[in-house]
Structures are given as structure tokens and as C-alpha cells.
């Protein structure tokens, strides 16, 4: 059986794992029944009952949806960009969207359908951004897409610095974002995933029927135009649905970082390069990515909750740490660049 199917088959028994542990981490084996009880029938008739329900089931829903749609859309940025920094976190995204939301909140008060609107117009005007300060860097001449990633990280501290600039001008209402700007998972954002998550959806379905001709594009672009693929349309779709998948993750949950960029890295060595296969697998291993964050964001230093971002952000930059020194610090990627 090829690494690729093992790989596949072994990672939906890890998501049923994950969420299980999502659910009942914390519950007493005698509580089990009574659970499973209130799951079926949707009904809580204790306390115990209740938070399952209405808090932590919430929870594992936002945080399959924002580890599918951060890994998923990490992975077609890293191929489409061709380089292995690249996600919605390292190229302005992520920061874009967070900084339109809190501005419409702040200064136009604006509810949270209209935030969720602006959370995907400010992820397009943070990519955007990222690209067109790329240009004037010379990015024709940039193969491996690092003045796409400088510009990227530019745009992310401008941006962001600029959020806390609105946050830090209106004390009254700064405690409503305060958690969200790290990154939360909470149940109380249910209803903002209710709101936005056919934009995740349509993401979704964008990437797997892109598949095939965007793995064709990874064997250059020539080649896959000669095979009768609209090169510059199927990037052009891809991108904007990576874009927008995780502008609607911002708008649910806040930006929750480095899911984009560190999933990819634990799939390609076993699936590969083709989006196929890269895909589905993306998509199960950053929900269970998620759902562990999620609990040990809970449960580390129990009775306090921490960000959920704050566990990726810590994970996800060690692991920058190694991929900076692996691809580019290396002699001869050194030498190549």
C-alpha cells in the first residue's frame, strides 16, 4: 500500500481522536452516557449536558472549519507562490482582514455580519498589498517568491500595528477585541461561523475541482497551458478562494496563525506534491491540528483558557525557525539563491 493511501486512511481515525478529545477531555467516564445521550437527542437535561453542547461542541465546529481552511489554502499558496514560507499568515492576509474588521467595528460600528464582510475586503487589500510591494521589490526577478514573503511580513506589521493603533484609541469598546486579535476559538462565535461558513465552503470546493490543473501548474506553467489549462485563470480562482477561505476564518475566529504554514510541511512528505491527494489530507490534518490546539489551549493551565492562536503562533514559530534554516540557510540553498 502506498505511504500516500496509509497516510490518508490513518488521518480520518485521528480527526475522530481529535474531536472526541475536543468534546470529552475533563468529563468523568461515569458522565459518558449521560453525554452520548444528550448528543443524540440534542437536548442537555445537566449542567454537564449543557456544556457539551452549547460550549465545547461549538467549539470543535470553528475549529475544524478554521484548520481545514488555513491548511488547505497554505497549501495552494505554497505551491502557487512556490515557496515554502508563503500562507495566509506570512503574506498579509490574515492581517489585512483583522485590520478592516476592527476599523468598520471602531469607527463605522458596523455589526457582525457587515465585520465579516469587511474581514474578507480587508484580506484581499492585505494580499493585494503583499503583491504589489513585491513588484516594486522586483519580484520578476525573484523565482522562489522570498520578496513575495519580505513584503508579506511588512504588510502583516503595518497592518497590524495599525489595529492596535484603533484599539488603543477607543478604550470603551477594546475589550471586545482583545481576546479575538490573538485568535480565539470560543463557542460565543458560533453565530459568526453560522454567518460565513459557505465562504469556506465554496473555498473548499474551488480547491478540489482546481486540483488536477494546479498540480499540473507545479510542473510549470508551459507544460500545463500545453495540456490545455487556463494557467493564469486556475491561479487567478485558486488564490482568490485561499484568500477569501481565510479572510472568512478571520471573520469567524480572529487570525489565528501558522495553521497555513506548518500543515503543509506535515503533509507533503507523505502525500506529496500532488493536490489530489494534498488536498483532503490538508484539510483532515489541519482540523486535527486545530482541535489538539484547541484543547490544550483549554485544558493546559486549567481553570484559565488561553488564545488558541497563541498555542499556533508558539508552534508555528519554531517551526518557522527550522523551515528559514532548512530552505534558506543551508550551503547549498545558500548558494542557490
Same mark, same amino acid.
Given at each position: 500500500m502506498e505511504r500516500?493511501?496509509?497516510f490518508l486512511l490513518a488521518v480520518l481515525p485521528l480527526l475522530v481522536v481529535a474531536l472526541a478529545l475536543n468534546l470529552l477531555v475533563g468529563y468523568r467516564p461515569e458522565d459518558?452516557?449521560?453525554?452520548?445521550?444528550?448528543?443524540?437527542? #440534542?437536548?442537555?437535561?445537566?449542567?454537564?449536558?449543557?456544556?457539551?453542547?452549547?460550549?465545547?461542541?461549538?467549539?470543535?465546529?470553528i475549529a475544524i472549519y478554521v484548520g481545514s481552511i488555513a491548511a488547505a489554502s497554505g497549501f495552494v499558496?505554497?505551491?502557487?507562490?512556490?515557496?515554502?514560507?508563503?500562507s495566509p499568515a506570512t503574506m498579509g492576509v490574515n492581517a489585512g482582514a483583522a485590520l478592516f474588521l476592527v476599523a468598520g467595528a471602531l469607527v463605522f460600528d458596523?455589526?457582525?455580519?457587515?465585520q465579516g464582510v469587511a474581514a474578507l475586503a480587508g484580506?484581499?487589500?492585505?494580499?493585494?498589498s503583499c503583491i504589489v510591494i513585491a513588484r516594486f521589490a522586483g519580484r520578476r526577478n525573484d523565482p522562489r517568491g522570498l520578496s513575495l514573503i519580505l513584503s508579506g511580513a511588512l504588510v502583516s506589521m503595518l497592518f497590524t500595528g495599525m489595529t492596535n493603533a484603533f484599539l488603543l484609541s477607543d478604550p470603551a469598546r477594546r475589550s471586545e477585541f482583545l481576546s479575538w486579535v490573538v485568535g480565539t476559538i470560543n463557542h460565543a462565535y458560533i453565530d459568526r461561523l453560522a454567518m460565513f461558513w459557505w465562504v469556506g465552503a465554496a473555498a473548499i470546493v474551488a480547491f478540489l475541482l482546481l486540483a488536477r490543473p494546479l498540480t499540473l501548474i507545479l510542473f510549470g506553467a508551459e507544460k500545463a497551458a500545453s495540456t490545455g489549462v487556463n494557467v493564469p485563470l486556475v491561479s487567478r480562482i485558486a488564490i482568490l478562494a485561499a484568500v477569501l477561505g481565510s479572510g472568512s476564518v478571520v471573520a469567524v475566529c480572529g487570525p489565528i496563525g501558522f495553521v497555513g504554514l506548518i500543515v503543509p510541511h506535515m503533509v507533503r512528505p #507523505?502525500?506529496?506534491?500532488n493536490l489530489v491527494f494534498a488536498l483532503p489530507a490538508s484539510l483532515a490534518t489541519g482540523a486535527v491540528v486545530c482541535l489538539l490546539a484547541d484543547v490544550f489551549a483549554r485544558e493546559a493551565l486549567y481553570p484559565y483558557v488561553l488564545s488558541t492562536g497563541l498555542v499556533?503562533?508558539?508552534?508555528?514559530?519554531?517551526? #518557522?525557525?527550522?523551515?528559514?534554516?532548512?530552505?534558506?540557510?543551508?550551503p547549498a540553498n545558500r548558494e542557490a539563491a
Open positions: 500516500r493511501t496509509i459518558m452516557p449521560g453525554l452520548i445521550g444528550a448528543v443524540l437527542r #440534542f437536548e442537555a437535561q445537566s449542567y454537564e449536558e449543557a456544556v457539551l453542547l452549547f460550549q465545547r461542541l461549538p467549539r470543535s465546529l499558496l505554497q505551491s502557487l507562490v512556490r515557496n515554502p514560507l508563503a458596523i455589526g457582525p455580519a457587515l484580506a484581499l487589500a492585505g494580499f493585494v #507523505f502525500v506529496g506534491n499556533t503562533d508558539l508552534i508555528g514559530g519554531v517551526v #518557522f525557525v527550522i523551515i528559514v534554516k532548512r530552505f534558506y540557510l543551508t
